[in-house]
């Protein structure tokens, strides 16, 4: 995806939608449906992502191609006060994320070759002192045996749309990594609520600032604002919808954890 820099400068009219929505808080706060499943889905253009967060405290992931809809995760899920959706995933680690960087984690697989992918980008700020870099050769450091070509393994590391790639922001990558070899929480999912005008949208925890920033571009020059905000992040559907749409899911969970190659639809 995409984001030019005038995302990173709010207008004043998009941060008045944005504390507007502010008001609206309270449709985000889920703590008071444990007697009953709450439905999220986050329209992803090519494939569709569903949440079922069941009253008893767990959850199942779903996503939906054109021709299939499959379970792709399962675990726990619980609300804090500041309304942050948290996932702990059963069988799943989340991403590495620094600005446009991403090291999909989603195998834990991946968690053996880590420590070697970062002693790679390490070498590699090393030898090379520019401050910005093409994004083609961030992606080509890879662990050893992985090609250039294993995007189903997840393999190396992303670049999400920039085409140059800031030095920082590889620095911080090494230090991602680290923090995440250290956590002891690789597989808590943390999704940030954002509102905007009634509604709210659950948002990946690293993305939210950034998320926030393109509603307000949105609102300002948007003919139609909130259909791409929606799209942006998981909002809340109705059971009739979730079930009509997920009809025909099928479990892969067997093959995830036996390791088994996955669509690269796995991602939020």
């Known amino acids: 995806m995409t984001h030019s820099l005038r995302y990173l400068f709010l207008t004043a009219s998009g941060i008045l939608f944005l504390l507007t929505g502010s008001l609206a808080g309270a449709e985000g706060d889920l703590r008071g449906s444990r007697d009953h499943p709450v439905y999220l889905k986050h329209d992803g253009g090519t494939f569709s992502h569903y949440l079922e967060l069941r009253a008893d405290g767990s959850y199942r992931r779903v996503v939906q191609g054109h021709q299939y809809a ?39 697989d991946r968690l053996k070759t880590l420590p070697e992918l970062r002693q790679r980008v390490h070498i590699f700020l090393k030898a090379n002192r520019a401050q910005e870099f093409p994004a083609e050769v961030v992606e ?100 009739d919808q979730f079930q009509k749409e997920t009809m025909k899911t099928q479990s892969v969970l067997s093959s995830i954890d036996g390791g088994g190659s996955q669509k690269q639809s796995e991602q939020d």
Not at 80 to 97: P, T
Not at 173 to 195: Q, Y
């Open 70 to 108: 499959e379970e792709r995760d399962r675990g726990k899920w619980k609300q804090n006060d500041a309304r942050k959706l948290l996932l702990r995933s059963d069988l799943h680690f989340r991403n590495i994320n620094s600005g446009d960087l991403m090291i999909p984690m989603w195998h834990r």
């Open 140 to 239: 080509r450091i890879r662990e050893t045996g992985v090609g250039s070509d294993s995007d189903t393994d997840g393999g190396g590391i992303m670049v999400l749309g920039a085409k140059r790639v800031h030095r920082s922001d590889v620095e911080k990558l090494v230090r991602a990594i680290d923090t995440f070899l250290s956590s002891g929480e690789k597989n808590l999912f943390t999704f940030v609520p954002v509102e905007y005008k009634s509604s709210t949208i659950f948002v990946d925890n690293d993305r939210a600032q950034l998320t926030k920033s393109i509603i307000a571009d949105d609102l300002a020059g948007s003919s139609d604002p909130a259909q791409a905000a929606d799209k942006l992040g998981y909002h809340k559907i109705d059971v």
